[in-house]
Every structure is written in C-alpha cells, then in structure tokens.
C-alpha cells in the first residue's frame, strides 16, 4: 500500500501574520531543512512553535522535518494538528500517509475515507482508492491477529489504534477512558488493560496501574507487556525488590507479541541492569523468525546505553549510530552523542531516559505546592516537619533519586542532586556522598556534591579520589571554614595584646631582637600562652638562631601537644628527616578542625605541600597549593611555596 507524500507546498512563503523576524527565522529553519541538517531545523522550529503555538506555516514545516528525520508518532502528531487546525486535502493525506507509518491501518483507512467522502474528484482521489482497497482486501487478517471478531469488531479495533495514538501523544485520560470503552466491549482484550495500565501510571495513579498490571498477569501469567509495566511501576514506586522479581519473570518469559523485545530492554534500563538489556539486544538478533522487524532505533538505544556504562564505547556509538540510520531525527541518540562531544569533565552521557519518564506531572506538581510557600527559604533550610511529610508521603524518592544520579538525563539528574542537597537527610546526603564517588554526571556536580558530604561528615576533609576529567585523581576536599578575621583564641589581657602587636610589627619590619624582647615581656605575664612561645621561636628564625627556635618548638608541642602550629613544626622537623609516617600522624588530626585563622590554614598547607614534595609525589602536593591559593590569595609564603611546583631549568643548576 502507497504512503502519503507530505506536502510541501507552504513552506516555501511563510504566512505574513507572523513577525518578520520570526519569518527570517522560519526561512532559516528552511535553510537547514534545504543543506539537511534536520537536528538543527528540529530545534529552531519547536522553539518557534511553542512561541506560536498552531501556526499553520511553522507547523507544516515542522511535520515535513519530522518526516524526513522519519520520528513518525511526531509527524502524526503534528499531522493531526493540521488537520484541526485546516482540514484540508493535502492535511487529510498527510494524516492518513501517518497513520500508515505508525502501523494504525484501520486510522487511516478511516482517514482515507473521509478524504474520499470530501474530495472525490481530487487529483489523487484515484490514487487514494488504490491503497484503500488494498488496506480492505488485508483488514480480515488484521483483525484476526488482533482476534477481534463479531460484527463491531472493526470500530473496536479501530478505537484500539485511537487508544494507541492518544497514549503517543500523552493524552492519557482521554486515552484511559477509551480503552476502558474497548475492555467494556472485549473484556478478555489484554492490549486494552495494558494500555489502562500505562495511562494511569503517566497520570501518577500508580497504585492503579499496578493493579490493572496485575489483573493482565491473572489471565497471562507471561505477558511480556504486563511484566515489564509492572517492573517499571513497582520501581518507580519504590518497590525494588519486587520490580527485581518481576524482572526475573520477565528474563524468563518467551518473545510473544508485539515489540516484546523492546519493552524487556525498557523494564532492565529502568533498573539499572544493563548486561540484561545488552542479553536481550543479542537473544534478538539470534532470534529465528521470518516475520522478525528490525530492532527499533528506541531498543537499539537502550542497549547503546547499556554497552557504554559496561565500558564498551565503540559498541554504543555504533548502535546509537544504526539507531539514526533507522531514524535520523531519533532525539534520544542525538542528545546522547551530542553530549559526548564535550570534554569528559562536562557530559551526562550516557541516560535512557529523558527526566519526564521518570516522574510524572502530578508527582512535579505536589513536589512544588509542598514547598511554594517558603520555596526560596527551603531552598537554604528547609522546614524539617513538612519535609518529613513530604518524604513519607513520597517514598519513591528513596530509589528515584539514585536513579537519576546514576542514569538521568542532565535535568533529571539536576532535579535528583538539588532534591538530596535541600532535603538533607542522612539517606539522602548518603546518596550525594555515593554520587561524589562515582563516574556518573559532569565533575562539577560531583564535585559540590563532596562538599556537601564533607560538610555532613560522611567524608573525611583532605584529599579524596574522585573522577575528574575521565580519568580518578585525588582532589583536596574541606569542610573547613577560614576567616582573616582577627580572634583571640588564647584569651590574652589587653596589655599583652598590646605587646603581641608591637612585637608582631617589630618582627616585619626586620627588627628581630626587639620583637624577642616584647614577646619576652609578655611571656613574664602569661607563661603558658602555646602562641607566645611560638612567636618567640619565629623571632629566634629570624635571627639565624634555628637550634633554638626548633627546641622551643619541640618543647611547645610537648606542652601543648593540639596547638596547631606546634603540631605543623614538629611535622616539618618529620618531614625534614625523613619521617613521614609520623609527620603524617601529626598532620591527619589537623583535618578535621572545622575553623580555621588565615595564618593556621596557610601553615598547614604549607606542612601539607612539605610533606607530598618530600615524597615526589606533586600531584597530590598541587592541589593544596591550589586551594591555598584560592583560600588565603595574599600569604606572603605564597610566591616561596609556587617557586617549588616550578619546573627547574638547566641555567639554574650553573654555579654562576
């Protein structure tokens, strides 16, 4: 049977009702259409239409790029809007020739006969009478591979195709309600309480759907549709352990139907098992069966996917690839290796599904009552009580959310890091932490998301590996706060602050002697202060006097052994001699003070840098230089300590 051509016909004088400057923009998309670049005309098309909503010029073009790019449920979906929009021959066509693509031949015939009820005399009329009777001398057959007898059995098949179409379109009440109206008059059509299934479960009535899946179940217990909608509602229910026994039925169950292949790959996907979806494209194509279609650019995506997390990249760009070949406008394919052209560092690749097939509208839709009323504030701090409402209320968040951190899309997996990052809970700053260390999602969101795990405890502050720009290296994490303010955190009276600030600028300007005799002073009046004796044992450096600067350091650390730059002396005394093991043991502690002053941040990464340089290991040592860089950008040991991450040159090594 003949498919409808599109019609061209308007595209080529956009209509003058629209701005000029969406006209120019009309005639672009045209442009691209014309050079073949279909994704990019997709775009800038959509954008228009959703800006102009049923504007007859944007949207005729637009269903000829969906025909040529072959998404054939968009190109019927805009065809059906061309029509209600003008119900014209050239339209009436169109949505038939769709109808025909979508394998719906009893919406078509249909079509075909209102086209010939209206325009008997049309060009094509004789054309159309062709492919009408040959969809009549197969419809029998058609029928009794729906097993639809009885003398209505072709307005129940033909409302079959409409409940199809609308669930397409996701218009799923409407598409509910009329395959009730089939089960009321086949109530043994199992297509029918699928169909009821899916259409509750977009609505958000998953209790529902599970339900109608189960009473599909009930009379075929091997259903492959029923077993791997209810895989998929048990999981995004929350149910794990019972989509995962469901998905076993489903392993084990034979391909009988219609795209049984598909929808097994599309349950495994959900949950995340990819070597089940990567086994199922291979059963497939082993498969024995004359009548067996080619692998739908939708399944060959899925197993794309899976093939990529496995760690087998050349097998998922090849089926992402045959997927387009099958369908060049295949959104799913395209964003996919669209996204895999940035640097490693920045992709959300690979995802099967796009954010709204994990959530539905309804779910969206309390997610944002419940929180609208304070949202800017709960963003910051949630009000704990509603939000324990809300997670008891809702608690498919728990296997949801890290869902889209391990497979979303860049939205979905956005959605599910905001969530956890506002929520708060120890579940789900466990997640974040889980996320942090995995290889999933751009390093900048796996980077905050181990902040927030370090600032929750459930990361220790320091460095900790991490995926960065494809490959594991360790990254400087802290939880640490760090203040240039002045504090007084050893309680001196007013007259030694006076003397510690004298001395302190006796000591910068090259007057070393006199800052020892002010420290010295101070010290008569308060002995056991661990910073004036540290101050004195700087004042002794500054002299030359180093032997006895490092006993007083030693006796300092001896006498306060958790005073921070007693610990950092004795860690370079360590370090110097080779003792990294204690130098170490001196340090860790170090890590997990929360607060710190400017100078005590700068000391400690100072040790830090020390410590990793003696041991030529600058790779670990880079980052705390750059964290002190960005920490305490003005240190005056900055520019000594960058020196030592500075590649040496052959005239530095000349004893001239």
Request: neutral net charge.
């Amino acid at each position: 049977m003949a498919r409808k051509k599109k019609d061209r016909r308007s595209q080529k004088q956009p209509s003058g009702t629209l701005p000029r400057r969406i006209t120019e923009r009309l005639h672009d998309a045209a442009q691209l259409v014309s050079a073949g670049q279909l994704g990019r005309a997709r775009d800038v098309l959509e954008e228009l239409e959703r800006r102009y909503p049923n504007h007859q010029d944007i949207l005729l073009l637009l269903a000829n790029v969906y025909h040529d790019a072959k998404d054939s449920a968009a190109y019927q979906a805009a065809c059906e809007r061309l029509v209600a929009i003008k119900p014209s021959a050239g339209f009436t066509l169109m949505l038939a020739g769709a109808y025909l693509m979508n394998l719906m031949p009893l919406l078509a015939l249909r079509t075909f006969h209102r086209f010939l009820d209206r325009w008997p005399d049309h060009p094509r009329a004789d054309e159309t009478r062709k492919t009408v009777a040959d969809l009549q001398s197969n419809l029998d057959a058609h029928l009794a591979g729906l097993q639809m007898t009885g003398p209505d059995a072709m307005e129940v098949a033909t409302l079959h195709e409409e409940v199809r179409s609308l669930l397409g379109q996701a218009k799923c009440s409407e598409a509910r309600r009329t395959a009730e109206e089939v089960l009321r008059r086949r109530p043994n059509f199992l297509a029918a309480l699928n169909n009821i299934s899916q259409a509750y479960a977009a609505e958000g009535q998953m209790e529902q759907a599970i339900a109608t899946a189960h009473r599909t179940l009930e009379s075929d217990a091997e259903n492959v549709h029923a077993l791997s909608n209810l895989t998929r509602f048990l999981y995004l229910s929350g149910r794990t352990e019972e989509a995962k026994a469901y998905a076993d039925r489903l392993k084990a169950s034979p391909p009988k139907g219609f795209d049984v292949w598909t929808k097994k790959a599309e349950a495994f996907s959900y949950l995340g098992d990819d070597q089940a979806v990567v086994d199922v494209l291979q059963a497939f194509e082993h498969f024995a069966d004359a009548d067996r279609q080619p692998a739908s650019p939708f399944f060959l995506h899925l197993a794309a996917v899976a093939n990529f997390r496995l760690g087998h990249e050349e097998e998922a760009r090849r089926r992402w690839k045959e997927a387009l070949q099958l369908q060049p406008g295949f959104a799913p394919a395209r964003a996919n290796l669209d996204d895999l052209r940035k640097p490693a560092g920045e992709r959300h690749a690979p995802w099967p599904f796009p954010f709204n097939h994990w959530v539905t509208e309804k779910f969206l839709n309390e997610m944002i009552a419940h929180y609208s009323p304070a949202r800017s504030a709960a963003l910051k701090q949630p009000d704990r009580p509603q939000t324990a409402i809300f997670l008891r209320n809702h608690p498919e968040l728990g296997t949801l959310l890290p869902a889209l951190l391990d497979r979303g899309d860049p939205s979905g997996r956005e959605f599910g890091f905001r969530t956890a990052a506002m929520v708060k809970t120890p579940e789900m700053l466990a997640m974040l932490r889980d996320f942090a260390l995995s290889q999933h999602g751009p390093d900048s969101l796996r980077s905050e998301a181990a902040q927030a795990a370090v600032e929750a405890g459930l990361l220790p502050p320091g460095p900790v590996r991490l995926w960065i720009q494809g490959e594991w290296r360790e990254i400087l994490l802290f939880g640490w706060e760090v203040s240039g303010e002045p504090f007084n955190r050893h309680h001196h009276s007013l007259q030694v602050q006076e003397l510690l600030a004298e001395a302190f600028e006796a000591l910068h300007e090259g007057k070393a002697e006199h800052s020892e005799a002010l420290y010295k002073q101070a010290l008569k009046l308060e002995p056991d202060s661990p910073d004036l004796l540290n101050n004195l044992a700087a004042a002794y450096q500054s002299q030359g006097r180093h032997t006895e600067a490092e006993a007083l350091v030693r006796q300092i650390h001896e006498r306060f052994p958790d005073y921070l730059f007693g610990r950092v002396g004795m860690a370079k005394f360590c370090i110097r001699d080779g003792r990294f093991a204690e130098a170490k043991k001196l340090l860790d502690p170090l890590l997990s003070q929360r607060c710190f002053h400017t100078s005590e941040f700068a000391a400690l990464a100072a040790a830090e840098i020390d410590y990793w340089l003696a041991q030529k290991n600058k790779d670990a040592a880079r980052p705390w230089l750059e964290v002190w860089e960005r920490t305490v950008p003005d240190s005056p040991m900055l520019a000594v300590y960058r020196e030592k991450f500075r590649p040496r040159r052959w005239r530095d090594s000349l004893p001239w």
